[in-house]
C-alpha cells in the first residue's frame, strides 16, 4: 500500500495545489492529511481544497486550538470538523499522528533528539511504522519517520516536502510558484504576511536552527 502523507500545510494553497499535482502521478492508495492544515495566510482556501480530496484527516495542534485569525477565516461547522480529526489513523501497520500517537503537541521530536525521547513516544505502539509532523523537518529513525511539511518547511529550501509511505518512507520535496505564493500572502492581510515572507519565502530557514529551537523547547 502506497499512502501519501501530507503534514502542516499551514494556510498555503499553492503549495499544497502543487503537491496534490505530483501525488495524482504517484498512483498512491490513500492520502493522509497529518495535521496543521489551516494555521496561515489562507486558511478558508485551505479548507475548500482539501473537502474535494478524498483523504484521511488527523488533528494537529493548530486544528485544536486554532488562533483568532484562523477563527474569523472559517465558519464554524469547518473548525468543529478540524477539532474533531482523530489523533491517529493507521495504514498498512503505518502509525500516522501529528507530534505523536498520544499528543498532538509532545514529545518534541527531531532527528537530534535522544533515544529516550522516542521510546517515550513509542511507549505501547505496537505499529512497525510511526509518521509524523509537528517539527517541519523530514527525517527518519527506526520506526519513526516525519514527512516534512508543505507549506512551513525549515528544510534550507523554499520548497514543500511530503512523503510517501510503503514498505519504506520515500521523502519528496515539490517545486513552488514562490511569486505566487509570496503575493497570495501578502495580499491575504494575513497578520505575519510580511514576516513570513521575509523569513520564509524570500529565504530558506534552515535545518540547523529550527532543530536548535525544537531541541530547547524539548
Same mark, same amino acid.
Request: proline share 6%; hydrophobic share 40%.
Given at each position: 500500500? &502506497?499512502?501519501?502523507?501530507?503534514?502542516?500545510? @499551514?494556510? !498555503?494553497?499553492?503549495?499544497?495545489? /502543487?503537491? %496534490?499535482?505530483?501525488?495524482?502521478?504517484?498512483?498512491?492508495?490513500?492520502?493522509?492529511?497529518?495535521?496543521?492544515?489551516?494555521?496561515?495566510?489562507?486558511?478558508?482556501?485551505i479548507a475548500a481544497l482539501v473537502r474535494? !480530496? $478524498?483523504?484521511?484527516?488527523? +488533528?494537529?495542534? *493548530? $486544528? +485544536?486550538?486554532?488562533?483568532?485569525?484562523?477563527?474569523?477565516?472559517?465558519?464554524?461547522?469547518?473548525?468543529?470538523?478540524?477539532?474533531?480529526?482523530?489523533?491517529?489513523?493507521? @495504514?498498512?501497520?503505518?502509525?500516522? *499522528?501529528?507530534?505523536?500517537?498520544?499528543? $498532538?503537541?509532545?514529545?518534541?521530536?527531531? $532527528?537530534?533528539?535522544?533515544p529516550e525521547r522516542f521510546d517515550e513516544a513509542?511507549?505501547?505502539?505496537?505499529?512497525?511504522?510511526?509518521?509524523?509532523? @509537528?517539527? @517541519?523537518?523530514?527525517?527518519?529513525?527506526?520506526?519513526?519517520?516525519?514527512?516534512?511539511? !508543505?507549506?512551513?518547511?525549515?528544510?534550507?529550501?523554499?520548497?514543500?516536502?511530503?512523503?510517501?509511505?510503503?514498505?519504506?518512507? #520515500?521523502? &519528496?520535496?515539490?517545486?513552488?510558484?514562490?511569486? +505566487?505564493?509570496?503575493?497570495?500572502? %501578502?495580499?491575504?492581510?494575513?497578520? #505575519?504576511?510580511?514576516?513570513?515572507? /521575509?523569513?520564509?519565502? +524570500?529565504?530558506?530557514?534552515? &535545518?540547523?536552527?529550527?532543530? /536548535?529551537?525544537?531541541?530547547?523547547?524539548?
Open positions: 500500500m &502506497r499512502v501519501a502523507a501530507l503534514y502542516d500545510v @499551514h494556510g !498555503v494553497p499553492a503549495a499544497l495545489e /502543487a503537491v %496534490l499535482a505530483e501525488v495524482e502521478r504517484e498512483e498512491v492508495d490513500a492520502i493522509v492529511f497529518g495535521g496543521d492544515l489551516f494555521l496561515g495566510p489562507q486558511p478558508a482556501e474535494t !480530496v $478524498d483523504a484521511d484527516f488527523i +488533528r494537529g495542534n *493548530c $486544528d +485544536r486550538e486554532p488562533d483568532d485569525w484562523t477563527r474569523s477565516k472559517l465558519d464554524e461547522e469547518t473548525l468543529a470538523w478540524a477539532q474533531g480529526w482523530p489523533l491517529t489513523v493507521e @495504514h498498512d501497520g503505518v502509525l500516522y *499522528c501529528h507530534a505523536s500517537p498520544k499528543d $498532538d503537541m509532545r514529545p518534541i521530536l527531531t $532527528d537530534a533528539s535522544p513509542l511507549d505501547g505502539v505496537d505499529a512497525r511504522l510511526v509518521v509524523a509532523g @509537528h517539527t @517541519h523537518m523530514q527525517f527518519k529513525r527506526d520506526r519513526w519517520a516525519n514527512a516534512g511539511a !508543505v507549506g512551513w518547511p525549515y528544510e534550507g529550501d523554499v520548497a514543500a516536502f511530503w512523503a510517501v509511505v510503503s514498505d519504506d518512507v #520515500e521523502f &519528496r520535496r515539490t517545486p513552488i510558484d514562490v511569486e +505566487r505564493v509570496a503575493s497570495e500572502i %501578502l495580499e491575504s492581510g494575513w497578520p #505575519e504576511g510580511e514576516s513570513f515572507v /521575509a523569513e520564509n519565502i +524570500r529565504m530558506a530557514p534552515s &535545518r540547523e536552527e529550527a532543530t /536548535a529551537w525544537f531541541e530547547s523547547r524539548a
